[in-house]
């Protein structure tokens, strides 16, 4: 099949700075599904009664609570976060509110991926 319009991995790529590797797979092997998440995804992360920039801290703290794997998740989240207006204090007191079910690991992944004195 044959794509005149810009793929959903591309249209991601442009709106957070950077796209990963299960949506790139996604896309090549099953590109209707990846375009229809590329529609709800736009959908729930728009704003509404929550602001945009309320969900991707949303998507933070979700994704640190589930210990997904720091890389790529934190920093296409982080990116995509301070892209909808958070700073990196809003985006790191998320995480420590994370840590309330998260558990201390998470925090111990994050000072150590942000360096010493952090």
């Not at 929550?50 to 703290?61: A, G």
Request: glycine share 6%; hydrophobic share 40%; charged share 30%.
């Amino acid at each position: 099949m044959r794509r005149t319009k810009k793929s959903a991995v591309s249209l991601l790529q442009k709106e957070v700075g950077e796209t990963a590797k299960h949506s790139v797979v996604l896309e090549k092997y099953d590109p209707e599904i990846s375009d229809a998440l590329q529609i709800i995804r736009k959908k729930v992360l728009s704003d509404g009664l929550l602001p945009k920039k309320t969900k991707e801290l949303l998507r933070i703290v979700v994704a640190t609570s589930l210990r997904l794997p720091v890389e790529p998740f934190a920093r296409f989240h982080a990116f995509a976060a301070v892209s909808a207006g958070n700073s990196p204090e809003e985006i790191h007191e998320a995480v420590e509110v994370a840590l309330l079910f998260a558990g201390l690991g998470s925090l111990c992944r994050l000072r150590l991926r942000r360096g010493p004195g952090s």
